[in-house]
């Protein structure tokens, strides 16, 4: 968290526990506890349940090297969601421009 979270930031979280180290970092912290099971931030719940679903049923076991690239992938699927029909020519065009990644690249 210290990496990627700045001083005085507002962050916003359920009250699970796991978010009190929070305060150690000098950031703005709000909870908003699960009322009678409702979800405050709905949205985010049901699509980093998709993304773990998604990788966890694509890619079986993965690692921390490749999972930007995953994240990617899935990120690139879900916002085409709507459109099947084209995900496969939009997806044949983007290969086609960009550069080819080696073996021995994704093996480092």
């Not at 506890?33 to 694509?58: D, M, Q, R």
């Not at 999972?67 to 085409?80: I, P, S, V």
């Amino acid at each position: 968290m210290r990496e990627n979270i700045e001083p005085g930031s507002k962050i916003q979280t359920d009250d699970l526990n796991i978010y009190n180290a929070l305060a150690n970092l000098g950031v703005k912290h709000e909870q908003y506890p699960l009322v009678s099971g409702e979800k405050p931030l709905p949205w985010v719940h049901i699509i980093i349940s998709n993304a773990k679903t998604f990788c966890l049923g694509t890619y079986h076991r993965f690692g921390r090297k490749h999972l930007q690239a995953y994240l990617d992938e899935f990120c690139y699927r879900f916002n085409r969601r709507f459109w099947e029909d084209q995900l496969f020519d939009r997806l044949l065009a983007a290969c086609t421009n960009c550069e080819s990644t080696t073996y021995a690249e994704l093996t480092q």
